[in-house]
């Protein structure tokens, strides 16, 4: 048995990492419990980085203090690194567990769970490697560098996300949201503007007043309101309402609605697409599924490869381009226009 285990610990030195292996137990069985406090006078922000274990962070405005309580889950007693302390006009918070290559059947890693309480009007910067994020009740900025576990957040302002994995939850955000994730679905109901990197999972977004720049990989899309939209999609069906100016969307493929806005502009390889009640012009460029355009009070232009196309109500209608499929169209104002 020694001369298989020694090569592979050979390779693992000399890739530079420092590997513990536990002959004992392969589970942290070791708990311990910590508390630490600053006062919060003078301070604008708390910096705080940990590489495993849930997080719950609330803000009050009935705290001068920032308390970290701590339950700690290691294999020995002070294999763990937990500390607060004040770096100018911010705190930094540490709390990092001794990571353990084990072998055999794991029931427990090391891990300090968190409940932090600080002043709802300091900023907050977050670094943290896995396990479940949870905030509630700031009011100032919040940033978060995350590689994997759900995070849920109520209320902040300004709010930046670069996230590896795991569903993101925002409510009751009132500044800008930028947001770059791997994967898990994204639910964010509030906030000013977005801009969003996805590659993959559902997103359902409501509640933004401003401006919406989406970038997504795969995964369904649901949105009600906003100002103008921007958005580039590989694939999955897509439902827009209530967005109050212009509509541009690169669609690869899956079913795209939209209801309402001014001018409208879709790109889409492949999928159906239904476009009702928009306020300005149409304009889409569609290679496979089937059209249907009700009620716009503008103009209307379409290049289509293939499928059934249906107007109903428009300005005018102009079709630079009809493959295949059927054309069936009423109330059009001024017109139709057929070139081939």
Same mark, same amino acid.
């Given at each position: ?33 910590? !508390?630490? !406090? ?12 940990? =590489? ?8 009050? %405005? ?8 701590? @339950? ?29 290559? %084990? ?63 795991? %569903? ?24 000013? /503007? ?11 977004? %409501? ?20 100002? =103008? ?7 999955? =069906? ?47 460029? @569609?290679?496979?599924?089937?059209? /249907?355009?009700? =009620? ?45």
């Amino acid at each position: 048995m020694l001369k298989h285990i020694t090569p592979l610990l050979s390779a693992i030195v000399l890739s530079g990492c420092v590997v513990h292996i536990n002959t004992a137990s392969a589970d942290a069985n070791v708990h311990v419990q910590r !508390q630490l !406090q600053l006062s919060a006078n003078n301070l604008k922000s708390l910096s705080a980085r940990a =590489n495993a274990g849930d997080i719950k962070i609330i803000g009050s %405005s009935a705290t001068t203090e920032i308390t970290a309580n701590a @339950d700690i889950y290691t294999h020995e007693p002070n294999q763990f690194v937990f500390t607060l302390e004040q770096q100018g006009d911010s705190a930094e918070l540490i709390a990092e567990v001794d990571s353990h290559v %084990s072998f055999g059947f794991v029931t427990s890693t090391p891990r300090i769970d968190m409940t932090i309480t600080m002043p709802n009007h300091l900023a907050l910067a977050l670094q943290d490697s896995s396990g479940h994020i949870t905030i509630n009740g700031l009011n100032a900025d919040i940033s978060i560098e995350d590689g994997s576990g759900d995070i849920a957040i109520n209320g902040g302002k300004n709010i930046s996300i670069d996230d590896d994995s795991g %569903s993101i939850m925002l409510n009751n955000t009132t500044g800008t949201l930028e947001i770059e994730d791997g994967s898990g679905d994204i639910s964010i109901n509030g906030g000013q /503007r977005l801009t969003l990197t996805d590659d993959s999972g559902d997103i359902t977004l %409501s509640g933004i007043a401003g401006d919406m720049t989406i970038k997504d990989g795969s995964g369904s899309i649901s949105l009600m309101g906003g100002q =103008n939209l921007n958005l580039h999609d590989d694939s999955g =069906n897509i439902s827009i309402s209530g967005v109050k100016g212009s509509i541009f969307i690169v669609d690869g493929s899956g079913n795209l609605n939209v209801d309402g806005g001014q001018d409208v502009t879709v790109r889409d390889d492949s999928g159906n697409i239904q476009i009702a009640n928009t306020k300005g012009d149409v304009s889409i460029n @569609d290679g496979s599924g089937d059209l /249907r355009v009700n =009620n716009a009070q503008g103009n209307v232009t379409i290049n289509d490869d293939a499928g059934d196309i249906y107007v109903d109500g428009a300005q005018s209608l102009t079709i630079e381009s009809d493959t295949s499929g059927g054309l069936h169209v009423d109330k059009i104002k001024q017109g139709v226009k057929v070139q081939q």
